[in-house]
């Protein structure tokens, strides 16, 4: 008896080894295998800004120019030529014998098309706000168009660099209508001029792409080598992780520090640490509409800006390629400078401030955050130290905006990754111009920025920028925390180098 | 009986009126439902529009009447991120958590029953407190630490199982281990009780005095009467499995219902969390009805309301 439970016991394993199904990924099948913990049901990158389809928004599509994340310089692609006009009028040469994936080649209808339908409000893209500074775009000829902006916008290329993705004229014609009349652009299929074509859509579980064996080879992106690249949803940390350990999958991102030292020992698996566009800070309630009006005395936010040892959280906690940072923008945005008032370390200083503006013992005060909890508990043990006592709010990204906008948020510890479009606007500007981020409400501010953001000579706005982020600085308005650094990691036979834009460029990816 | 029905069958509607009233209530209370559609960065009047096209702005009660009828109709309105109506989306998934659901209790009483009888026969003894020590360990466990040392031996170091998905049976085999194991005790204990009860009785006694192999007195006759209980306990822990699979299925990333709800959960697809709740509640009050039923047209004692 015994032994025929043995038998069948063994027997079973031996089915089990060898029914075990293959992973489908890796350099024997030719296919990068991707995962994060989002789902992405929809496959278009101006009705779903998630990370994960800016990523594939690059592989499928192409936009007229490129930022070179290396050099931060413009680099063409769709486009091939530019000129300003005059600060309001932009003038583009496009790339000739580019083809969709639906056959057709790409002329001047099709950006026309895409453009004016992402600036139209009407069309609700995403991100509408960071396009909406396009009037209309005109077409001169078959393969030249014309950019005409409502207001000047010096940064106008690297975001159209950065999610200008060209559709195809009428792609968005043939978009089901949904219950409520208007019409779901998200569910037309994919199709662009890209080095990969989407060929396979699970929606929630994964999205299959394809080399586009048309792809115009002496471009930025160049002449991509892998065959398929499988992006898939794996909610679970633990089981990415796994996943990657089994050659299942071979790419993650955003793997936690200790996890990533540990798989790094794995000789199998390649790990690295590399900067991103996101910074973290801390915001403070200047106008004291929360109703705790600690923080519009200025000597009691400097104090925090000397009670927080920047240097130790980024070190033990966030990895080696996170820097600390002084002004309220990323130092590889163009026109954010460091030379800004600075609020060293110093938690005597902070608590001789407390006791001048009148707290020698400190106070209670609310403190909201909805991301890396293990950061801000390391800023509220800081704070603690100096008799600032924090009561922590840690809720759901949505609440955290909604409190903010709200006003109820004394002190806040966000994070901004600009959607990756490395121009100082993309960050100060979000939250210094007297909108419902903007909880310092200094109309100066306001003026130093728009002046700045008017001006076409790089020079002439950097030193008006120069002169907002002092005063920004100088009142501590913020108290700018660190740069987010990233863990990758990947199989060892993947060829990959990771870019500070956190966009992975898989079309310049190939195995050893 | 038929009484008794009527009254079990009035009190099971109205747990999963209940269950459903506090779930559409909480859900509301938690956060502005348009903010969480519009999402990072929108406008103020994207959110208002959003409010006012979903009917936010309307009082609670009238939101929740609504609802209400129109579930009764078969239509749980449309997911906010999946762009499809509610009720396609869950019965697309509950096959698979069905599936996951029956493998676990299936795993369950492969596992528990043996020991509860083995742990019967020789009552007190080395065996059955071993038997009884291996159940517990079961429940004792937190079930996602299982999963993950199931994943991490039987998928990553011995390469033995797939660890993600749903496509072949074999991905069930370590989320049927990881679900079943918790309810090992349970099963295992009435067994042994409904066992050890049934063995003392007169008509087994008499087959054993027929001459009757210990292995047919056991199962055949022993057994068989023994395990009604369980069946009924099964049902009801089945609806058990049906709702606690969320953390299996996310570790598993296997795309059922519990899965859905999680991806509901954050990202505030309200309609989808809802209903959720809802077809859960109402299957596990019906299993829960028809295992109560059953005992009752079993054991005549129980037929009290």
């Known amino acids: ?512 | 009986m038929l009484a008794f029905a009527s009254k079990r069958l009035g009190v099971a509607l109205l747990v999963a009126l209940t269950v459903s009233l506090i779930t559409f209530s909480m859900i509301h209370v938690s956060g502005d439902p348009a903010l969480a559609i519009a999402g990072e960065g929108a406008g103020a009047e994207t959110i208002e529009a959003i409010r006012k096209f979903y009917g936010f702005d309307r009082p609670i009660a009238v939101q929740y009447l609504d609802w209400l009828s129109g579930a009764l109709h078969g239509d749980f309105g449309r997911s906010y991120t999946l762009r499809q109506p509610v009720a396609d989306v869950i019965f697309a998934r509950l096959p698979v958590t069905i599936a996951l659901g029956a493998a676990a209790i299936g795993f369950a009483l492969v596992l528990a029953i043996p020991l509860g009888v083995l742990a019967a026969v020789k009552p007190n003894s080395l065996a059955d407190r071993l038997a009884l020590t291996l159940a517990v360990v079961g429940q004792a466990m937190p079930t996602f630490w299982f999963a993950l040392t199931l994943i991490l031996w039987l998928g990553v170091n011995w390469r033995l199982l797939p660890i993600t998905g749903s496509d072949s049976w074999q991905n069930f085999v370590m989320p049927a281990i990881a679900l079943g194991y918790y309810v090992t005790p349970a099963v295992m204990r009435l067994t042994r009780a409904g066992v050890l009860e049934v063995l003392a009785s007169d008509y087994i006694r008499t087959a054993r005095a027929k001459g009757l192999r210990p292995m047919t007195v056991l199962f055949k006759h022993a057994l068989r009467n023994a395990i009604i209980p369980v069946v009924s306990l099964a049902a009801v822990q089945f609806g058990f499995m049906l709702g606690g699979s969320i953390v299996i299925e996310t570790i598993f990333q296997i795309n059922g219902l519990g899965y859905l709800a999680w991806e509901s959960i954050q990202r505030k697809d309200l309609p989808t969390m809802q209903a959720i709740v809802l077809v859960l509640a109402v299957i596990y009050v019906t299993l829960t009805l028809a295992a109560d039923l059953l005992n009752a047209f079993l054991d005549p004692r129980l037929r009290v309301a």
């Not at chain 1, 120019?65 to 040469?93: F, Q, R, Y």
């Not at chain 1, 569910?187 to 989407?198: E, F, H, I, L, S």
């Not at chain 1, 002046?451 to 100088?474: C, M, Y």
Request: proline share 6%; hydrophobic share 40%; aromatic share 10%.
């Open chain 1, 1 to 512: 008896m015994v032994k025929r439970v043995l038998l069948a016991a063994a027997g079973l394993l031996a089915v089990l080894w060898f029914a075990a199904a293959p992973a489908d990924a890796g350099k024997k099948d030719d296919t990068l295998v991707w995962a994060t913990d989002r789902d992405n049901p929809i496959v278009d990158p101006y009705y779903l800004n998630t990370r994960e389809l800016v990523v594939i928004g690059h592989e499928v599509w192409d936009t007229l120019v490129i930022i070179d994340p290396k050099t931060a310089e413009i680099k063409p692609l769709l486009a091939t030529k530019w000129n300003w006009v005059n600060a309001t009028t932009l003038e583009m040469t496009l790339r000739q014998g580019v083809k969709f994936h639906s056959g057709k080649v790409m002329d001047a209808d099709d950006v026309v098309y895409t453009l004016n339908h992402a600036s139209n409000k009407d069309n609700a893209i995403a991100n509408y706000a960071l396009l909406s500074w396009i009037k209309n775009v005109e077409k001169i000829d078959a393969n030249n168009i014309r950019i005409n902006l409502n207001r000047p916008f010096p940064p106008a290329l690297a975001y159209l660099g950065g999610l200008g993705f060209i559709m195809q004229k009428g792609h968005y014609d043939s978009a089901p209508v949904k219950p409520d009349g208007k019409k779901d652009f998200g569910a037309v299929k994919p199709n662009g001029t890209g080095p990969y074509k989407v060929t396979e859509v699970k929606p929630g579980e994964s999205i299959l792409m394809e080399k586009n064996p048309d792809y115009f080879k002496d471009g930025f992106k160049g002449d991509p080598k892998i065959s398929k690249i499988k992006f898939r949803t794996i909610k679970d940390g633990n089981t990415r992780v796994a996943e990657l350990m089994t050659g299942a999958v071979d790419w993650l991102w955003d793997v936690p520090k200790d996890q990533a030292e540990r798989i790094a020992a794995n000789p199998a698996i390649r790990v690295e640490n590399a900067k991103t566009l996101r910074i973290s800070y801390l915001q403070f309630d200047v106008t004291g509409v929360s109703g705790q009006k600690f923080f519009t005395d200025k000597r009691v936010r400097q104090a925090v800006a000397h009670a927080v040892d920047r240097a130790s959280l980024t070190k033990n906690l966030v990895g080696p390629a996170s820097v600390a940072i002084d002004a309220a923008c990323h130092p590889d945005q163009f026109a954010c400078s460091s030379d800004v008032a600075k609020y060293p370390y110093d938690p005597a200083k902070a608590k001789a401030l407390l006791k001048e503006a009148g707290y020698p013992d400190g106070f209670e005060f609310d403190l909201y955050a909805y991301r890396d909890r293990e950061y801000t508990e390391a800023v509220i043990g800081d704070l603690a130290k100096v008799g600032l006592r924090a009561k922590l709010n840690y809720v759901q990204y949505t609440a955290y905006v909604e409190n903010v906008h709200k006003g109820r948020t004394p002190l806040a510890h966000g994070t901004w990754g600009s959607n990756s479009v490395p121009d100082v606007s993309a960050c100060t500007g979000q939250f210094f111009l007297l909108g419902p981020d903007d909880l310092a409400k200094d109309a100066e501010v306001k003026a130093l920025i728009d002046e700045a953001d008017s001006l076409t000579d790089p020079d002439k706005r950097k030193a008006v920028w120069q002169k907002a982020l002092g005063r920004i600085a100088a009142e501590a308005y913020w108290v700018p925390l660190f740069t987010y650094a990233k863990y990758y990691a990947y199989s060892k036979d993947l060829d990959f180098t990771p870019t500070s834009d956190e966009i992975p460029q898989f079309f310049a990816a190939k195995w050893k």
